[in-house]
Structures are given as C-alpha cells and as structure tokens.
C-alpha cells in the first residue's frame, strides 16, 4: 500500500524551470517502482519518466530527455522531477505513480501503475 501526494506545481515561462515533488508512504514504499506522468488537455495521459527502486535506473521520454531528471530520496520518502528548459509543451497535469516492480526493467505504461496521486498542474507560458 502507498499513498503519493504531489506537490510544487505552478506557473513558469519557456525555459524556466520547476521542481515538482511527491511525498511517497507506506509500508515497503521504497520497494516500489516509481513515475512521473502527465496528461495535457485532450491528450491522453503519458509516462514522463521512471525510476527503479533504489533510484539505480531511470528512463525518460524522449520529449524530456536531457531537460528532465526524475530523483528519489527514500530517506525522505519523497520523489522529484526537475524540470529545466521548460517549454509549452509540457503543459499539462502531472500525477506520481507507483507500481511493484516487474521482474525485468521496462518503461512503464500509464496502466502498469497500481497508485497514483491527485495530480499538480504545470503551467508553461511561451
């Protein structure tokens, strides 16, 4: 069982920059599998980025890649996508999910996650 709750979300212009955090709890959270993803208005929701447990291993879209970077500190309990170089584009909502890892590292799709949480938006102006 996790609960996630995001939070730091708002309002940049292009090619500013946002941390958007996510407070991850429960038992054994840090065993889990964690991700970003996003769902702009009239498009379907889509991963962001990801990270194993024990933050090892991270995969982006490509859309992010190099702009984007998805962190955990389990001391904390908490994840973090940094957000640099921020375009219109990457409006939309942004949820935190977990899912119990797969056996074999893959990048999730929207249904592989079992929690997700509310949700904060992400404003880029151009």
């Known amino acids: 069982q996790v609960q996630l709750v995001e939070s730091g979300g708002g309002s940049a212009q292009a090619g500013g920059s946002l941390r958007i955090s996510c407070a991850v709890s429960?038992?054994?959270?840090?065993?889990?599998?964690l991700g970003w993803l996003r769902q702009a208005p009239g498009l379907q929701r889509e991963g962001v980025a990801a990270?194993?447990?024990?933050?090892?291993?991270?995969d982006y879209a490509d859309s992010v890649k190099g702009r984007f970077t998805i962190s955990r500190d389990d001391a904390k309990k908490t994840m973090y996508l940094q957000m640099n170089s921020l375009e219109p584009e990457d409006t939309a909502m942004y949820y935190c999910?977990?899912?119990?890892?797969?056996?074999?590292?893959?990048?999730?799709?929207?249904?592989?996650?079992?929690?997700w949480g509310q949700g904060t938006q992400v404003t880029v102006s151009s």
């Open positions: 999910a977990a899912e119990r890892c797969p056996g074999s590292w893959y990048f999730p799709s929207p249904g592989a996650y079992t929690y």
């Open positions: 990270i194993s447990a024990g933050g090892g291993r991270t």
């Open positions: 429960g038992d054994m959270s840090s065993r889990y599998c």
